[in-house]
Structure formats: C-alpha cells, structure tokens
C-alpha cells in the first residue's frame, strides 16, 4: 500500500503462489514444494486470510485505478495530519498513513477517518469511505480447509537396487563421456552432462544428472574406517559406501553462493562378508561416494558453479591415493527406467526393504476426482527420505521430509493458542482462539503436520494416460534417526 500511495506502478510480489519446483528448477537447498506460506498454496488452494485481505487490497486500488493514474506520483508529496499521520491526495481518493502508537480520529477533507495505528488506507474522499485498511482484517468468503482422502488404492511396490560399486554396473550402461579416471576427483559438472534428452519436461531439460559416483580402493593399514573427509561444495550430499554396502551419509543444506567447503562423514563399521572376513583388515576395500547435488545456488555466487567432489578425500586423516573413477549420473537414469520402455529392461523385485539407492515402482489409475479437475494428486512420502520422483516419464521433482517442508501453513492450522505474537493483525479476538492478552487476529506458527508428508503432483491432462499412471521414485538413502 505504500509503495502505490507514493505512486508505484509495479509490484512485485515474493511469493504471491508457493509454486513447485518441478524437475531441475530448483535452487540449492529447494525442494518442490517451494513456500508454504504463500497467499496462494503450492497445490492450488487459497490461503486464509492472507488470499482474501490480498485480494482485497487490489480490489480496491483497481476500483479507483483511473483516479490514482489520472493525477501525478505524489513521491515527496505527502500532506502532514494531525497525530503524525500523512495523507497522499489522488484527486477523489487518498492513502492515508498512521504512526505506531495509539490510534486517534484523523480529520481530513471534512471527514473524520478512525484509523487502527500503524497502518495504511486507501480513503474516498468525497463519501468519506474507507476502501481498504491494512490492519482491518477481511473476513475470508470461506474457510479453506484441504480435505485429503485416500485414492482408494493399494499400491503394489516393486523395486530395483542401484549399482553401487562399478563393476557391478551393466556393459554399455554408461555412454561414453560419463566415465571418467583421474589421480583426485573431479567436480561432478565436467562429467555428468550425459543424461539421454528429455522428450517431455516439467522443469529444466539439462542433461546434467544430480548424481555422480566417486570409487577408489582404499586399506591395507589393518584398522577399520571410522570416518570420511571430503573437499566439496554447498548444497551437497555425500553417502559412503565400503565394498557396497552403505556405511554413511552427511549433507549440506546451505540456501547460500555454493561455496567450496570440507565434509565429514561418520562411518559404521561394514565387515568385508566371508570368506575374505579373516583378512578384510589388511585388504583392500572399494570406497565408493554417491554424491548429490541438492540444487544450485541462484545468487550470491561470483564465480563457476561447482558440485560433487573436487580434491581431497581422506579416511581417518588419510588421504585417499591412486586412481579414482567416476561416473556421471545414475545406472537407473541412463537406463531411463522412469519410462515404460526403460522399466522394461530390468527385473524389478517385490519391495521388501527401505534401502538406500533404491529404485522404486508402481502404478495406479487416475482418481475421477482428479481426473476431472475437483481434486489435485498427492504423494505421501512417509516411509521414504529424500529422492525424486518421475511420473509417466515426467520428473517431477525432489522430494525431502524435512521439517523445513512443513505444511501447516497452508492453508492455516486453527490450533488453539500456536500463534506467532508478531504477525498480530488488530484488535479484533484472535480467529484461531489463542489466549489473551494480547487478543488479537494472528496467523498460526508451524507445528507437526501430516501435510509435510505430502508431495504435490501434477495432473494436466497432456500428461495423462488413460489405461493408469506409472509412477517412479529413486529413493537416495534410508530413513535414518537423526532426519526421523
């Protein structure tokens, strides 16, 4: 409001929808659903009160849009009024803007206005109405309040397991320019570009996989690996494994300029399996790192964008030496198993178990609902961690049960006494029941929520298909305690 009272004509609005990062689009430390607190949610839904005090707002600016543009920006133009309060005059209407404090009659062009403190209105001058107050909270034409249901479906779940260790991988998995030798490793840029082009997107069509292998044979000292140090980048993830089996995981969740940075991940002891179990101490042991990019920096960088590993890697103080392979991308990916042509070219198993780099699928028909518009598609993801998700070929996006992905916010939890003091509204009793004093109308503060569980998917109905949907996920590493 007073940005346009001082004669702004363009606004801006971060972030007027959440949105969903669809495919690649993300930024570092992103996931696809984007801001949960938006006036509009990331699946569609207004949320209250702030969609309808918005639309409020621009209702009334555009119902009085030809007398604001018929007269001159009153920047540097404000009348003063008593109680410290201004006034910035487009001929028949004025914004009217009040100190902090406590309120007090404003007396202007022969009416009085009675104003809530701290706030700014949009007045007629010729009635003596006001148009819109900031501070004075409109009553949302109804409560949103998002109904999930189940589809009705029991998914069947099959899986496949990623290889880990190269030589497991299949012959000719690997195009060329996606495998590559050096005495250290090399960022994950200059080799993972080599994704076969995408036919159909919802995000960005690189090339460039999130994942990048990193294998060097390591041992001979007799002890056994306890802990891994890695040069790496913001916004990354680096999972361990020895002779295959997965041993850790570390992660960084910087929303920052990608900046180089150093890693350390604790390792669980994994015992070399018999019969080489007698000598697994002196032997060598194949390291393996899966790194994942978790998003690229959008601002604050001054340089080349950098991911994966790039230096050194010690094991418990000691540097990693002779040769190091990597490989760009996933088998699963260059494999394509997201489509139905892909799936095909694999055995897929009944899913058993929660493990880490696991491919995992299913199918299922399009709920009417949703096929006719009434309802959006969700995914809960409980049960699962971080990974992403492909469906009928589309990349959805990543998905990652953090608590930063809560959704209480949208649309408002009404929980009884959870409201955050400094998004206070007015004087009016606070809608949601929280205690006085103060009594006033607050937005509530994030508390658990199933909704965080959720994953938006879209539904257009180019993407449909009408016999079922295939739906896939690559599930990176399993649920461990510390993201429980």
Known sequence: MKWFARGGTHMNYYMYTGGNNYGRWTGDSITQMYAVDAIVCPDGLPHQPKYDQTTAMHRAIAGVAAEIAGHPAQLNQAVSLPGKA???????????????????????????????????????????????????????????????????????????????????????????????GASQPVEMTAFSSVLPPSTVSLGATSRRSTFAFYEAQIGGSGAVPTSLTADTFQAMSLSVYLDG?????????????????????????IPTPAPQAISA????????????????????????????????VSVDGAAVAGKWTMRGGLAGEHLKLYTTEGA??????????????????????????????????????????????????????????LARNDGTYCPAAEVPGTCDPSS???????????????????????????LSRLLHIPHPRSHCISAGRQMRTRHTWPALPHFA
Not at 354 to 380: C, D, H, I, Q
């Open 86 to 180: 201004s006034a910035y005059v487009y001929g028949s209407v004025a914004f009217i803007e009040t100190a902090g404090g406590s309120a007090e009659p404003i007396p202007f062009h022969g009416h009085t206005f009675n104003l809530p403190a701290g706030s700014c209105s949009l007045v007629d001058l010729t009635s003596g109405a006001i148009l819109f107050n900031t501070q004075t909270l409109v009553v949302p034409s109804a409560a949103t309040k998002r109904q999930v249901r189940p589809a009705g479906v029991v998914l069947e779940w099959t899986q496949w397991a990623e290889p880990v260790v190269g030589s497991a991988v299949p012959p000719g998995t690997y195009p060329n320019g996606s495998v590559i």
């Open 245 to 269: 089996v997965f041993a850790g995981e570390a992660h960084d969740l910087s929303h920052s300029s990608g900046s180089a940075m150093k890693m350390t991940v604790p390792l669980a002891a």
């Open 281 to 312: 101490a002196a032997s060598a042991r194949t390291l393996t790192i899966l790194a994942e990019e978790l998003g690229y920096a959008n601002y604050g960088f001054k340089g080349q964008l950098k991911k994966g590993v790039e230096g050194v």
């Open 424 to 450: 206070y509204n007015n004087s009016a009793p606070c809608v949601h029941g929280c205690p006085a004093p103060p009594p006033r109308s607050c937005y509530p503060l994030p508390t658990p929520s199933p």
């Open 344 to 401: 095909n070219t694999v055995t897929w198993a009944p899913a058993t178990s929660n493990k880490p780099a696991t491919w995992y699928r299913t199918s299922f028909a399009s709920p009417a609902a949703v096929m006719s518009g009434e309802s959006t598609l969700l995914l809960n993801a409980t049960g699962l961690n971080r990974g992403r998700v492909w469906l009928n070929g589309y990349d959805v996006g990543r998905y990652y049960l």
